[in-house]
C-alpha cells in the first residue's frame, strides 16, 4: 500500500503536502511519522486521518488519535475489538479500558430494591439503562422473601413464612421462650437466646443444659440406690434420684448479687414482692403467704433478675421475735436476724451489732445490712438495701423466697409414687394401705358351717384371707318351750309338765292328750 498526497484545507489556509518516500512528521509532535505502507500497529484502532496519526512508542501503548476531533475512530478487522485502554469505562456489556472487566464500576447484577410509584419496594437487580448509568430493574416474578418488606407487592409482607408464633430454644434450664422471626430471606428461627449452663446440682433439673438432669451424681450422694414407698398394696419400689427443686442450693451468711435464676433452681418459689416505698402490706398477710420451711429474704431494684442482697434460714430463725430493743439479734446459718411487727425487720452479719433506731442504722459491714421498717402489724416504707437509704424509693423493692425441706434442701426422692388405696376386702391384704389387714371384712352373714349347741355362726375373714364361718359360743339361759335349748344342756324344752297327760273338752267332747310347747301368740 502507498500514501498518496492529501490536500489539507484550513480556514485562511491552503497547505500542500508531497510524499518524497521520505521522514515525515505529524501534527501532534510525534517522533516519527508512520511510512507510507504502514499497517495498523497491534491491530488497533488508528486515526482515520491519515496525516495526523501518532506512531506508537513501546511506553504509550497502542496509538492514540492526536489529530483533528473530526477524525474519529475505525476497526481495522471485524475481530480487533473496541476497547481503548485508559477510556472510561461506560454501562455497555463491553470491556472499554482493556482491563478485562465488563461494566466496572456499575454494580451489574447487585441486588437491589426498585421503589416504584405506589411506595413498593420491588426486588430486582442492577442494570445498564445507558452508558452513563445503571439503575434497578425489577424481576419480572419477585419472590415474597423474609426480610420484613412487602417483596411481590400484593398488600402484605412475609406471607408464606411462620412468624410470630410461640418457640422455644435451649435444652434444660436453659430453656427461653421467644417467637419466631425471620433469620435470611428463605428462613425463620425461634428469637429467643438460650440461657446460660450452670453447675449440676441434685435438684432433678438438667443444670447444665446438656439434655441429662444431675448426671454428675451418683452412689456417694445416695443416687440410684434402691428406694421403697407407700405402705401395704400401696407400696412402690424405685430409685433413688435427686427431686425437682430439691436439695443442693444452700448458703450460709448473707450474699451478695445472687441470680434469681440460683434461688429458682434451688426450688424456692416467690411468695411476696413490695416497693421500698410501699406501706400497707400487713405483715401477717406476708406470713400466710410465706409459710414455707425455708424462708430467703433479699431485696433489689425493681425488676433486677439479681438480687443485691441475701440470706436464708428456717422460718421459725428467720422470724424469731427479738422485740424492739436496739441490739438484740438472733443468730442462725451464720447471719443476725431480728424481727419485730411493730419495729424492724431485717439481718446483719452474725456477730455484728445493730443500732435498731426505729430501723438498723450501722455502717459497720453497712454493704451486707439490710432492714425493712414495720409499725402497727404493717411493713412500712424503708428503710436500706446494703448501703442504699431507701426511705421512701419505689426503685428498689423488698422480697422473699420459701422452699420446703430442710436448710440443706428436701433431700432425695424415690423416682415413684404411692399406688392408690382401695376398699377393704378379705385377701391377708392392706387394700386401703392404712397399715391394717382386712379390718372390717365382717359381713356379718349368719352361717351354721360347724355350729354345734349353743353356738352361733357368722361369716368372718381368716388369716390366710379367706372367708370362713366364724362359731361364737351362746351364753345359757332359762329354758323356755320354743323348741330351742336355752340353756345349752343338751335337751330342747326340757320344762316341767311337758309331756304330762291332759284333757280337754267336757262330756261327749272330751279327750286326753299330752302337754306340748305351743306358739306364743
Known sequence: MRWTSLLLLLPGLVAFGCDDGGDATDDGGGAAAVPRDAGPPNGRLIDAHLQDARPPRPDLGPPIDAGPRDAGERPLAPDAGACQPGARERCNGEDDDCDGTIDEGFDIGRACLDRSADGCARTGTLQCVSPARSACVPDPDPREQCNGRDDDCDGAYDE????????????????RAGVTICLGPDEVACGAVPGPPEGEVCNGLDDDCDGVADEELGPAE????????????????????????????????????????????????????GRYDD?????????????????????????????????????ADVLFPTGGDANTTHAHNGVAWYFDDSHSWGFAPEGAR?????????????????????????????????????????????????????????????????????????????????????????SGRRC????????????????????????????????????????????????????????????????????VCSPVL
Open 448 to 515: 351354721d358351717e360347724g355350729v354345734g349347741l349353743c353356738e352361733f355362726g357368722l361369716i368372718a375373714c381368716d388369716e390366710a384371707g379367706v372367708e370362713r364361718c366364724e362359731v361364737m359360743p351362746l351364753e345359757p339361759a332359762t329354758e323356755v318351750c320354743n323348741g330351742v335349748d336355752d340353756d345349752c344342756n343338751g335337751i330342747t324344752d326340757d320344762v316341767p309338765g311337758l309331756d304330762a297327760v291332759c284333757a280337754e273338752g267336757l262330756g261327749i267332747c272330751a279327750r286326753e292328750g299330752v302337754q
Open 279 to 315: 406501706n400497707q402490706a400487713l405483715v401477717a398477710d406476708v406470713l400466710a403467704a410465706c409459710d414455707g420451711d425455708v424462708l430467703l429474704l433479699g431485696c433489689r431494684p425493681v425488676g433486677d433478675d439479681t438480687l443485691h442482697l441475701a440470706a436464708m434460714g428456717a422460718r
Open 160 to 175: 408464606g413464612f411462620a412468624l410470630g408464633e410461640a418457640c422455644e430454644v435451649g435444652v434444660g434450664v436453659c430453656v
Open 354 to 442: 445493730v443500732q435498731l433506731n426505729s430501723c438498723d442504722t450501722s455502717n459497720e459491714q453497712g454493704p451486707l445490712r439490710m432492714c425493712w421498717h414495720t409499725g402497727g402489724g404493717r411493713l412500712n416504707s424503708g428503710y436500706r438495701c446494703g448501703d442504699e437509704l431507701l426511705n421512701g424509693n419505689g426503685q428498689w423493692e423488698r422480697v422473699i423466697f420459701q422452699r420446703e425441706g430442710t436448710l440443706e434442701g428436701v433431700g432425695l426422692a424415690c423416682d415413684v409414687e404411692p399406688g392408690e388405696p382401695v376398699a377393704e376386702t378379705c385377701n391377708a391384704r392392706d387394700d386401703d394401705c392404712d397399715e391394717a389387714v382386712d379390718e372390717d371384712t365382717v
Open 222 to 273: 445416695g443416687i440410684g440406690a434402691p428406694c421403697t414407698v407407700g405402705v401395704g398394696a400401696c407400696t412402690r419400689e424405685g430409685t433413688t434420684i435427686c427431686p425437682a427443686g430439691g436439695g443442693g442450693f444452700s448458703f450460709e451468711g448473707i450474699r451478695e448479687d445472687l441470680p434469681e435464676a440460683d434461688v429458682v433452681r434451688g426450688g424456692f418459689e416467690p411468695c411476696f414482692a
